[in-house]
T-cell receptor, first 116, second 109 residues
C-alpha cells in the first residue's frame, strides 16, 4: 500500500492566521481525501482533492476556508485559513489506489492543530 | 439518522473475553465495508475488509448482512493490545468512506 508523509505533525497557531498541511505519497494514487477529526469524534470528510482542478467539498466546508491543491497524483495540500479555536482538530489526508479487487485506503499520520 | 451507526461504547472487558461490535448502515447502495482500528493519537488503520461470505483473520471475524444492512466484528480471546477504538466504515459509489462514530474497547487484565 502507499506510504504517506504528512507535515507538519502538529502546530500551535494564533487565531486569524493560516496553516498549510502537506501530504506527499510515495506512489501515484487515484484519489486523495482530506478529513477532520475533532476530539472524541470520528472522521469527517472535508473534501476530495482533484488533480489539476478544484476540490469537491462536502456540506459545511468551503473553499475559502479550506483551500486545497493537488497539482499531481502524489501531492496535495490543505490550508486552514483565518483560523479560530474551533478549528483545533486533527487533520488527516487519505489516499486510495483503485486497482482491480483492491481498494486499500491509507492514511497519513495526521496533523494535530491547536489554535490559540 | 446517521449513515453509519455503531454501538456507543465504551466496552470494558476482561482479557480473554470475546467481544462483539455491531454496525448498521443506511445506504443500500454502499459498495464496500471495512473495520478500522484507531489507537489514541494515531491515524486509523485498516483492520479488515468485510465480505458477504464472512471473513476471518486470526482472532477476528467479520460478517456482513446486506439484506439487513448490518456489519459485525467479533474478537475472540481478547488481548490487552486490542484496546483501541473500532470504526465501522462504508464506501459509497464515489469511493468516499462514510465513518461510524467508533466504539472504544478497553481490555482489562
Amino acid at each position: 500500500s502507499a506510504v504517506i508523509s504528512q507535515k507538519p505533525s502538529r502546530d500551535i497557531c494564533q487565531r486569524g492566521t493560516s496553516l498549510t498541511i502537506q501530504c506527499q505519497v510515495d506512489s501515484q494514487v487515484t484519489m486523495m481525501f482530506w478529513y477532520r477529526q475533532q476530539p472524541g469524534q470520528s472522521l469527517t470528510l472535508i473534501a476530495t482533492a482533484n488533480q489539476g482542478s478544484e476540490a469537491t467539498y462536502e456540506s459545511g466546508f468551503v473553499i475559502d476556508k479550506f483551500p486545497i491543491s493537488r497539482p499531481n497524483l502524489t501531492f496535495s495540500t490543505l490550508t486552514v485559513s483565518n483560523m479560530s479555536p474551533e478549528d483545533s482538530s486533527i487533520y488527516l489526508c487519505s489516499v486510495v489506489t483503485l486497482t482491480t479487487g483492491n481498494y486499500g485506503y491509507t492514511f497519513g499520520s495526521g496533523t494535530r492543530l491547536t489554535v490559540v | 439518522r446517521k449513515e453509519v451507526e455503531q454501538d456507543p461504547g465504551p466496552f470494558n472487558v476482561p482479557e480473554g473475553a470475546t467481544v462483539a461490535f455491531n454496525c448498521t448502515y443506511s445506504n443500500s447502495a454502499s459498495q464496500s465495508f471495512f473495520w478500522y482500528r484507531q489507537d489514541c493519537r494515531k491515524e486509523p488503520k485498516l483492520l479488515m475488509s468485510v465480505y458477504s461470505s464472512g471473513n476471518e483473520d486470526g482472532r477476528f471475524t467479520a460478517q456482513l448482512n446486506r439484506a439487513s444492512q448490518y456489519i459485525s466484528l467479533l474478537i475472540r480471546d481478547s488481548k490487552l493490545s486490542d484496546s483501541a477504538t473500532y470504526l465501522c466504515v462504508v464506501r459509497d459509489s464515489n469511493y468516499q468512506l462514510i465513518w461510524g462514530a467508533g466504539t472504544k474497547l478497553i481490555i482489562k487484565p
